[in-house]
């Protein structure tokens, strides 16, 4: 059973960092463009970040490029998104997604349950 499971989501002030993971079962990650989305209250859901398989092309909203960056560690099939610089408009829940094909498209076909990432002192 394919499976995508956030972790690392949390209360942070503005200006600190936080890692979120998405480790996968029941496939094999990197055959997949994974990517995160976010839906803060109220808003539109958003994609903040892709990463291809087949030439690990990557992706960035305009709102995250020089803070947030995204990884993947094939071994550990699991993909991160390291969010440095964090701002309270960030606050969102963080999804991690399974897209349609190899590279990055922003067509997710299968989505983990979120992990909750709040900026605020």
């Known amino acids: 059973q394919l499976q995508l499971v956030e972790s690392g989501g949390g209360l942070v002030q503005p200006g600190g960092s936080l890692r979120l993971s998405c480790a996968a079962s029941g496939f094999t990650l990197d055959y997949y463009a994974i990517g995160w989305f976010r839906q803060a209250p109220g808003k539109e859901r958003e994609g903040v970040s892709c990463i291809s398989s087949s030439d690990g092309s990557i992706y960035y909203a305009d709102s995250v490029k020089g803070r947030f960056t995204i990884s993947r560690d094939n071994a550990k099939n699991t993909v991160y998104l390291q969010m440095n610089s964090l701002k309270p408009e960030d606050t969102a829940v963080y999804y991690c997604?399974?897209?349609?094909?190899?590279?990055?498209?922003?067509?997710?076909?299968?989505w983990g349950q979120g992990t909750q990432v709040t900026v605020s002192s």
């Open positions: 997604v399974v897209e349609e094909y190899y590279y990055c498209s922003g067509r997710p076909v299968h």
